[in-house]
């Protein structure tokens, strides 16, 4: 193995750019070259990949997006595309930064077409199973509570309640560390399966116990992970109903951070993730590894352990399978998150 290729895909996280920086000075140390393959699977199947230099990426850990672009591939989801891209890789091993959809296509690449593959989770929605952490997920964080903090100042200025969306897909992890951080009054999340009305019956209880009495509050902020069945919109204008009706018209608005929580320079911790989780990519195919994702885990639950403490190797299948199992609640992770929730729900309000 003389030569790696490496891919960014899905949707882009802070620290992608990191994970590729570490990915070809890791590998350049073990006399690799690495080619970077231009947006995602698309790029793979038309054979679009190029050298990439330690010089040239040594300044790009700092930036967030991911300069190899990304896309999401309908080609990639049928065999001939798969082969087609197999076919452009010549053997050359390939590491695949992206989450669940990604790491998907990476498991069929490796099952169906013998390539030798290594995951690594870069997702703000941390929605991968098997790793504590994605690449993306800490700036992520950082980004919404400082956008609810900016919110928070001008709620208090007016005296209102802010409806503020945060991305996350079908997990509502974003939502649910970002308003424990952030001082939000309440949180919605899809894993917490409320039907509309009991979200609205529970919201307004919430805008009334903390609009009224001795010491009514300034501000009501509600971090609403996207996945949340009910729209903002409609969710907006049924509390401003009730408080036309019954707290004296105090103004509900919204806020949708949609994008702006992808964007941004990767944190400290993601940068730290993604070096670390690249160097054990790059290990895992010098010792002959395929079908594996590298996982964050500073517990280290199982798996096979690297050179690094904290990441250990799963296998992409059985990564997929606890991702589903994340995301259709019957995972562990996620029963433990939504009874975490309920009990902040009593706290965070207060
Ligand atoms: O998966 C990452 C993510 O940002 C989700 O949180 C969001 O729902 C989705 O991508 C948006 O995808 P796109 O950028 O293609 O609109």
Sequence with gaps: MRRIAVLTSGGDAPGMNAAIRAIVKAATRHGLEVFGVENGYDGLIDGRMAPLQPREVDPIGAFGGTILGSARS?????????????????????IVIGGNGS??????????????????PASIDNDIGCTGLCIGVDTALNT??????????????????????????HCGY??????VAAGAEACLIREQGKAEQ??????????????????????????????VQLPTE??????????????????????????VVRGGAPSYQDRMIAGRLAIGAVEALLQGSTDRMVAWQPWSEGGVPTSDPSVVLFELEHVLRETEALLDGTSPVTRRRVRMMETYEGVIAL
């Design 74 to 94: 309908g080609r990639f989801r049928t065999e001939e595309g798969r082969a087609l891209a197999a076919s452009h890789l010549q053997d050359m091993p390939l």
């Design 103 to 120: 790491l998907t296509g990476a498991h069929l690449l490796a099952t169906q077409t013998g390539t030798r593959v290594v995951g690594m």
């Design 174 to 179: 974003l939502a649910m560390a970002s308003a």
């Design 144 to 169: 919404i509570v400082q956008a609810t903090d900016r919110v928070a100042d001008t709620a208090r200025a007016h005296r209102r309640v802010f409806v503020i969306e945060v991305m996350g897909r």
């Design 234 to 259: 409609r969710l907006v204008s049924e509390l401003q109903a009730y408080t036309d009706a019954q707290l004296g018209g105090v103004d509900v608005r919204a806020t949708v951070l949609g994008h």
């Design 198 to 227: 009991k979200i609205l019956n529970d919201l307004k209880a919430l805008l009334h116990v903390s609009l009224t009495g001795d010491s009514p509050k300034r501000k009501v902020l509600i971090i609403k992970a996207e996945g």
